[in-house]
């Protein structure tokens, strides 16, 4: 039942806040060509089927793999369009792995497409709109629009992320300088990764904390930018996997868990998500990709981690979640630099989500980057040989979180 | 391909403008599922929603139904297509390994939205949108036009259809009730508004509030659970190229290439005999003659000629179709559904005697530009 | 400006692009008319009117939601049993936001999600109009402030009120 699946290619397009000189086919169009340029075997008609995915109401455009069909060389081939929120690039990585295990006839070699355009249209009226009905209905059962924006401002990412911190870092007793060390090791790897947004080569702890408060305890200097970008993956069989590259990369575990939303339920409820940091999804994803993936010992058996992390704090709060390190235990691994390129258990090392957010396309730049570390074919690779990698992402309001792990060989447990 | 089994399915009611809200339409659904298959909660793995950010008003539409719709802490995921494409997904799931028991759910709520204006959303912006010219409205009637005159078919033929549906959506309680037409006449429906000439408003499938909900599972337990499974034996999907003028509107190459797809899966050579019964998400009555032919149950531009009434040579839409109420992201569900229920012979007074296998196809965009072909086989004789 | 709200941008490597076409487009949200229950709010809302919180609690999973809640995720069932919610409650967690107010100064504002004692949900709250930001902490204990006139919505519960926090004494 199912069968190995492999990643042979991963590729990006440029990432920038504004990528005025391309329009968002063109962007598309760009990841695919980097992608399939690294397979040279791989011509676009040995795509047996498309799986794509973005958020649709960032560039104001509901279905728009329709008319960008021809643009992803899909005509008349098979597609499906998965979208997820924050998680939709994860959730296509895993569609493309799916498609692939489900060993449907004809059905073999599988692209991947995740895309955002942000530049187009307006992220922040595209984040609201994710609670606006249940704001809607808050409304109508009493509560003033003007305490509801209060309650919910920053943009729904940023608000219901702020909650997260705090008590993040009033369980594990951290300072914002262990909040800006996270930023500096990401955006200074950024600086080392050719399609990376923010690169900042030069920052410090001093420069993030001096730059003011966009919500407590979030300030705005460690907030992941909005970019436009896009990235493709290629999926295939084990055996034409050898035939396309030198080191295949095996998909051994996927989890895409869902938990219930935080801070605000559906039709105006309450959350029981009394602590959104304490993230139980994430745990039993974890635990889902791993057992899949035959990984009994995260910490020992990975050697590399691709967190999706837009704030410094989850990033933290992600990494323990995941199982690489105890619980509040990982600002002391930023400090000691564990998590450095060179470090025992590199994390982020292309820079993260902190340093590039094309929203639709970032949780699918995890497990690509994760990948590409595992070719060894990653913009900044990491020293040490790594066997084994993970990526992750989340989205929603707080209750989606994706996770894939890889690995060089394959060492799939079937059930 | 493994075995694996429909064990489960369940539709509400169809309204124009339901009273009661979207969360405990999916509940509704879902639960209702659930009790069809006599399972709870707890067995759930995987849930694999169909909604639309555009058709629902809120950027991440699975984001908030995620406990209704029975996915807590299970593997959720959410195809933003047809909710036939959504199984198509709960179905890979499944073949994986990974899950044992996947309930898919699709649908949304027009009566909350301008339905015109979503679909505009879905025209390429640097063109068609700006110019209103190519729309969902307009491009329904290229289509008609098209398939009249290619084959010199009159617009009799396809009021035909459109008669024909809504009287067998009468039959059928889960219908909308705008549709259940049992007196409708060819004249009535030629004479209606114009919709987008030829097309006039009763030959068009109205969008209407709907959720539907279909549970899979593996062959080992699909037996466990019910007496009567619905195997799944082929299915196939296919992406035409978007720009209408580039494609042959008188016919549907994708869905062509997915029958194409599904029939090898499923070792059916000759369609026309080897199919019982077929259940097709036509937006418009003509879509339905179009997707007969494709679909090689009838020769090219002979659809008209075949009888397709509830005791007819071949049955097409008892249920009445997507003529019967079109819930946007639950139809192609919908019509799974049907094609279970005429399997398990369960399908009341619109039942067509010996079904034991059926065809059943979900579109979306201009002139069902996406589209799925399912093929059901049940398990006996 | 203050500092504050000062926009300090932080020097990256940018790259410069040429400019494509660009077009204008609108997206309209305002023409959507959201529908949702209000069947299973109702006894709620009647008790608010009383000036008492009731939640309603699941048989299955023993949790109790406040607001109430149409269906329990976890038993994918609806809540049967009607339960009396505390007026004190704990601060679950809170952000700190720089909000302008009508004079165009910023203010610093702690916003807060409150757990009712006898309840396993989070509510949105505001707290009382001088507390300051510094005596904020994630499990201050706190208690509903009603108005004088209570209408049956959920704005019957104006803010909250502190109240001495015992555990601080402990230690």
């Known amino acids: 039942m199912g069968r190995q699946v492999a990643i042979t290619s991963a590729g990006f397009s440029e990432h920038a806040s504004k990528r005025s000189d391309v329009s968002m086919p063109e962007l598309v169009n760009e990841a695919i060509e980097d992608c399939l340029t690294k397979v040279p075997s791989v011509e676009l008609d040995d795509i047996d089927a498309f799986v794509n995915g973005n958020m649709p109401a960032f560039e104001g ?12 060389g899909a005509r008349n081939k098979p597609l499906m369009r998965i979208t997820t929120g924050g998680t939709t690039g994860g959730s296509v990585a895993i569609g493309g792995y799916y498609t692939v295990t489900a060993e449907l006839p004809g059905i073999d070699t599988v692209l991947a497409v995740a895309f955002e355009q942000q530049s187009q249209g307006d992220t922040s009226v595209g984040l609201a709109s994710v609670a606006y009905g249940e704001i809607s209905i808050l409304n109508s059962l009493g509560i003033s629009y003007g305490q509801l924006n209060r309650l919910l401002s ?28 996270v930023v500096v090791q990401n955006r200074r790897n950024a600086a080392k990764t050719w399609w990376a947004h923010l690169k900042m080569p030069d920052l410090t702890i001093e420069d993030v904390l001096d730059t003011p408060y966009i919500q407590y305890p979030l300030r705005y200097g460690m907030v992941c930018p909005a970019s436009d970008g896009a990235v493709a993956m290629l999926f295939t069989t084990e055996e034409k996997a050898k035939d396309m590259c030198d080191i295949p990369v095996y998909v051994n575990g996927v989890a895409s868990v869902a938990n219930e939303t935080a801070v605000l339920g559906y039709d105006g409820s309450g959350s029981a998500q009394v602590d959104p940091s304490a993230q139980i999804g994430a745990m039993k994803s974890a635990e889902l990709a791993y057992s899949q993936a035959g990984i009994s010992f995260p910490r020992k058996e990975i050697d590399y981690a691709e967190v ?22 990982a600002p002391e691994m930023y400090e000691t630099g564990v998590t450095a390129r060179d470090g025992e258990l590199p994390v982020n090392c292309s820079g993260g989500v902190n340093s590039t957010n094309a929203i639709g396309a970032s949780a699918m730049e995890r497990p690509a980057v994760a990948a590409l570390q595992i070719m060894g074919k990653a913009s900044n690779q990491v020293p040490k040989t790594v066997h084994t990698s993970i990526g992750s992402g989340w989205g929603g309001s707080l209750n989606f979180i994706t996770l894939m792990v890889m690995s060089d060989e394959p060492k799939r447990k079937w059930k | 391909m493994d075995k694996v089994g429909i064990v489960g399915y369940n539709q509400v009611k169809l309204y124009s403008d339901a009273n009661y809200g979207r969360y405990e339409m999916i509940f509704e659904a879902v639960r209702g599922a659930l009790d069809n298959a006599g399972l709870k909660k707890k067995d759930i793995t995987t849930v694999i929603s169909a909604t639309n950010d555009y058709y629902d008003g809120r950027t991440i539409s699975n984001c908030f139904t995620v406990e209704v719709g029975g996915g807590y802490l299970a593997d959720e995921s959410k195809v933003e297509m047809d909710g036939a494409h959504a199984m198509l997904y709960g179905l890979m799931r499944i073949l994986s390994g990974n899950h044992k028991l996947a309930v898919v759910w699709g649908g949304s709520m027009p009566s909350c939205y301008p339905y015109h204006s979503a679909r505009l959303y879905e025209t390429d912006p640097t063109w068609e949108r700006p110019n209103a010219y190519v729309n969902d409205v307009t491009a329904s009637g290229f289509q008609m036009r098209a398939y009249m005159d290619k084959y010199d078919i009159g617009a009799e033929y396809i009021a035909n259809i459109a008669v024909k ?57 699909a037996l ?14 296919n992406q035409d190229t978007y720009y209408i003028g580039e494609r042959d509107l008188s016919t549907c190459t994708s869905m062509e290439l997915a029958a194409k797809q599904a029939y090898d899966m499923a070792n059916i050579n000759d369609a026309k005999n080897d199919i019982d019964v077929a259940e097709l998400h036509e937006a418009y009555a003509h879509e339905e003659m179009i997707f007969t032919e494709c679909l090689g149950l009838a020769e090219k531009g002979e659809a008209r000629k075949l009888n397709t009434s509830i005791g007819g040579d071949l049955p097409i839409n008892p249920s009445g179709g997507a003529m019967g109420g079109k819930p946007p992201c639950a139809t192609g569900l919908i019509r799974v559904i049907e094609a279970v229920k005429q399997i398990r012979g369960e399908a009341g007074d619109y039942q067509v005697d010996g079904v034991n296998r059926a065809v059943a196809t979900g579109q979306i965009g201009m002139c069902a530009q996406n589209n799925i072909v399912w093929v059901l086989e049940g398990g006996g004789e | 400006m203050s500092k504050q709200t000062q926009r300090k941008s932080m020097k990256y490597e940018k790259k410069e692009y040429k400019k494509t076409r660009t077009m204008e487009a609108n997206w309209y949200l305002s023409s959507y008319n959201y529908k949702f229950n209000i069947t299973h709010m109702q006894p709620f809302l009647k008790k608010m009117k009383q000036k008492k919180l009731i939640g309603n609690k699941c048989s299955g999973c023993n949790r109790v939601f406040y607001p109430p809640r149409l269906v329990c995720g976890e038993c994918l069932v609806k809540p049967d049993r009607w339960v009396d919610i505390r007026e004190t409650a704990r601060v679950a967690t809170y952000v700190i936001a720089y909000l302008k107010n009508e004079e165009g100064e910023v203010e610093e504002r702690p916003l807060v999600l409150v757990q009712h004692d006898g309840c396993d949900t989070t509510s949105i709250a505001e707290l009382a109009p001088g507390v300051d930001v510094k005596d904020t902490y994630i499990g201050l ?16 519960i104006e803010y909250y009120d502190l109240m001495e926090d015992d555990a601080e004494d402990l230690q």
């Open chain 1, 308 to 329: 999706y992390a837009p704030f410094p704090n989850q990033e933290l709060m992600w990494d323990e979640k995941l199982g690489l390190f105890e619980e509040t235990t």
């Open chain 1, 154 to 181: 920053g943009g729904a990412a940023i608000g219901v992320a702020a909650y997260q911190a705090t008590n993040y870092m009033s369980k594990s007793k951290i300072t914002e300088e262990d909040l800006a060390r």
């Open chain 3, 141 to 156: 204990p706190v208690r509903a402030h009603w108005k004088d006139e209570p209408e049956g919505g959920l704005e019957d």
């Open chain 1, 61 to 72: 455009s509901n279905l728009p793999e329709l008319w960008m069909t021809d643009w992803m």
């Open chain 2, 165 to 221: 549906n809504r009287k067998n959506a009468a039959k059928n309680p889960l219908a909308l009730e705008e549709a259940q037409n049992s007196n409708i006449t060819v004249d009535e429906v030629l004479n209606s508004d114009a919709y987008s000439d030829p097309v006039t408003e009763l030959m068009v499938a109205q969008p209407c509030d709907g959720v539907a909900a279909v549970l899979l599972a593996p062959e080992r337990q």
């Open chain 2, 224 to 237: 466990k659970i019910t007496d009567k499974p619905v195997w799944i034996s082929g299915v196939g999907w």
